[in-house]
């Protein structure tokens, strides 16, 4: 994964007049029927990371003050309001939902009350297969539809108050082999945490046991952050497994020495920011807006100088070590975005970003050391090419619909709009999450690419 077959850019929130006249929003021609807003309500289920983000988009497209022209509020297209409604279940429940394992074809609905499938994970070469296998000539599309940064969050262990020194005193400043060896379960004492800060408390300990806290659920933030711990680590974790490894769908809650150093889990990004905020000692990890949501890790009830808080990340080593926070306004109480701005990704052994929505994006990952903050990643929404040729048996589930297909045509349109109302204009606004990269260069443009995948839906 070298530096050669990587880019740097700019988040949808700054585009240059350059580069805002080449994002043609989807939805402006299609060869599906009928009008814009034309279509059906629809659903999707999925990551637990959109759950927030979700929430913004599917409110913002039918909110009637919205005079966005990809918005569906009653004054655009059929002049028809539609809506969208989601439901956390996890990356994993979503692409099994979607075909994922044939093993499991009770599961797979296509209709229009799963006609979005949300994940952190993206399919790998095996997982889209399958998915095709039940579509004939369709094809899934896997379309990138925000970023979001990974926040490290902590509970001191018992008997401790707060953190001094340090590199961000009143917060832990972790490096990442560090991050990876905590993880790993070798390092297991806080003291392997400390990195020039000391624990304060009567009858704190720095020899506390550290405990894990990892997703129960098949989780794509849990790939996202197993993927980026392999750019730090590429080493076998286990015999047999390295990180990247792990992060396929297969053994994603699957964590090194288990046996000798139990984990605690917790269900979705919401229930692990909870067992960490119940349990001190322990450290965890999940999307920054459901640790701010949580209430534990920033002000007043935490941040600096309390037990519980996120950490920041080391970002670069030479030539002195910086480190860098979750969030562009550090450990407030009020939202801000994602401090993956101009953030530096990979892609294995290929350059980044794929060329299209129809490739591979399951091996992207940020890069170790990085302008902003570190673990920052992409989350997913899948779509098809031809709706009408995924079913499963004839009669066993809501059959896809062209109406359905029209409104998820005209729902990605909206969520990829980045004029003012648009989805990633929204989501930008401080909301925890930052709008998909751009570039002048059309190659290299993150979300013209994610638009025009979204502009082959079809029935």
Known sequence: MSRSSTRRFASACVLSAAVSALLVAPGSASALGGEQCSGSDIAGKGASTQLLSQGIWSAGFKEPANTNTRTCNGKFGSKEVRTFTYTSTGSGAALRSWGQEPKEAKEINYGPANAIAATDEPPNLKQKEEMESHGGAGTVLTIPVEQLAVAIIVHLPANCTAVEGGPTPGRLAIKPPTLSKVFQGTAVEWSKLLNKAKLVGAGCSKTAHITRAVRKDGSGTTSLFKKWLGVVYKKEVEPGKTWQQLAESANNTTWPNEGTDPVIRG?????????????????????????????????????????????????????????????????????????????????????????????????????????????????????????????????????????????????????????????????????????????????????????????????
Do not use: M
């Open 267 to 459: 269900e979705g990004g919401g229930g692990l920011a909870k067992a960490v905020a119940e349990t001190p000692g322990s450290i965890g990890y999940a999307g920054l807006a459901d640790a701010r949501a949580n209430k534990n890790f920033s002000p007043p009830l935490g941040g600096a100088g309390k037990t519980t808080f996120w950490a920041t990340v080391e970002n670069a080593a030479k030539p002195t070590h910086t480190y860098a926070d979750p969030s562009t306004n550090g450990d407030a109480e009020a939202k801000a975005n994602s401090n993956c701005e101009e953030t530096l990704y990979v892609n294995g052994k290929k350059k980044f970003p794929p060329p299209s929505t129809t490739e591979l994006w399951n091996e992207v990952s940020a890069a170790k050391y990085q302008k902003n903050y570190g673990i920052c990643g992409f989350t997913y929404d899948l779509s098809l090419t031809k709706f009408s040729a995924f079913t499963v048996a004839k009669g066993s589930q809501e059959e896809p619909t062209e109406k359905e297909a029209r409104t998820v045509f005209d729902y990605f349109g909206f969520l990829l709009n980045a004029e003012a109302g648009g989805g990633q204009a929204q989501i930008s606004n401080n909301q925890d999450y930052l709008g998909l990269p751009t570039s002048a260069e059309a190659k290299a443009n993150v979300l013209k690419i994610a638009q025009e995948g979204a502009a082959k839906i079809n029935f």
